[in-house]
């Protein structure tokens, strides 16, 4: 049973992310034990694959309500650009899966979960993308039904 409270709202869970971030990014880590620097690591990608999750959901919903033209932008992919200042790959990266979302509902969350042995899971995403959404030329054509 875990003893963290629950959020009672997303400005309240946004808050509590960043806490969390500003005491690991604080945190000496060359001064813990292997044993926690393992656990932080994994613990780490197990909440990148729930932003992940999040983000999709979030910005799928962003997308539909068409929440970007209100800052004059004429995309979602615009928008984060803009408004939040990160690249083009990596926006498109964020709007495949806010496309997933839309399309698959049910089906984001699951396929960015790790695997259960320790989380040495490869990290779900389009064929043949890096970590920032972008497709690797050298993974080669993309082939139907992969």
């Given amino acids: ?25 604080a945190a000496d880590a060359a001064q813990l034990p292997v044993a926690t620097q393992a656990d932080c690591l994994r613990g780490l990608e197990r909440s990148d694959a729930a932003v992940t999750a999040a983000r999709a959901s ?6 539909a309500g068409q929440g970007y033209s209100d800052d004059a ?4 992919l615009a928008w984060l650009m803009h408004r939040t200042g990160i690249t083009r790959g ?3 990266g964020h709007t495949a899966w ?10 984001v969350p699951g396929r960015v979960r790790r695997t ?7 990290r779900a995403g389009p064929a043949g993308a890096g970590r920032d959404g972008r497709r690797d030329v050298r993974a080669g054509p993309r082939r139907p039904g992969r």
Avoid: C, N, Q, W
């Avoid at 979030?58 to 997308?63: D, E, P, Q, R, V």
């Avoid at 806010?98 to 089906?107: D, L």
């Avoid at 259960?116 to 490869?122: D, I, S, V």
């Fill in 1 to 25: 049973m875990s003893t963290v409270m629950s959020p009672g709202s997303v400005a309240e869970a946004l808050e509590m992310v960043h806490a969390g971030l500003g005491y690991l990014t």
């Fill in 90 to 92: 990596a926006a498109v």
């Fill in 116 to 122: 259960p042995a320790g989380g040495r899971g490869r």
């Fill in 73 to 76: 932008d004429y995309s979602a």
């Fill in 98 to 107: 806010a496309k997933r979302v839309a399309t698959h509902p049910r089906e």
């Fill in 58 to 63: 979030f910005l799928s919903a962003f997308t």
